[in-house]
């Protein structure tokens, strides 16, 4: 199959088949006699694979690492295991920081109960009171 099948089989763009393929996630495909690439299901499988491991939030460098353990399916799988506890405590980062995040923006928020003009809002008057290098009711509880 061509770029343009496996991008659409592979629910993606064709430059990110390019990009994965430049970045060593893709085996390189065949060649035909008129340059073009010509891809194998092999290669929707792996591009399925990345695009998998993608949507868990593993950066390219660890999808690199485990497209390694598939080339070398004799390793131990130990470094797997180590490369997948880090993305949770990863995770577990960005979710408290996210709820850190939440909570600054609901202090925020309540500082604005009413309709009325924006000169008098406390959203607008916090967020200018900040730029200026005073404290802020989102950050006065951090």
């Known amino acids: 199959m061509r770029i343009g099948e496996l991008a659409r089989r592979g629910l993606c763009d064709v430059e990110t088949i390019r990009y994965y393929e430049r970045e060593g996630l893709l085996d390189a495909p065949q060649r035909e006699d008129n340059g073009y690439r010509r891809y194998g299901d092999p290669h929707l499988v792996q591009l399925n694979f990345v695009r998998h491991c993608r949507s868990l939030g593993m950066s390219l460098a660890d999808v690199r690492r485990l497209r390694d353990f598939e080339r070398n399916p004799s390793l131990a799988c130990d470094d797997i295991n180590a490369l997948l506890d880090r993305q949770i405590e990863q995770i577990h980062a960005q979710r408290m920081a996210l709820e850190t ?33 005073a404290s802020c009711e989102c950050h006065a509880h951090g």
């Open 101 to 133: 995040l939440e909570g600054q923006l609901r202090a925020l928020r309540h500082t604005c109960t009413q309709p009325h003009q924006a000169s008098e809002c406390g959203i607008l008057q916090n967020l200018q009171q900040a730029a200026a290098g």
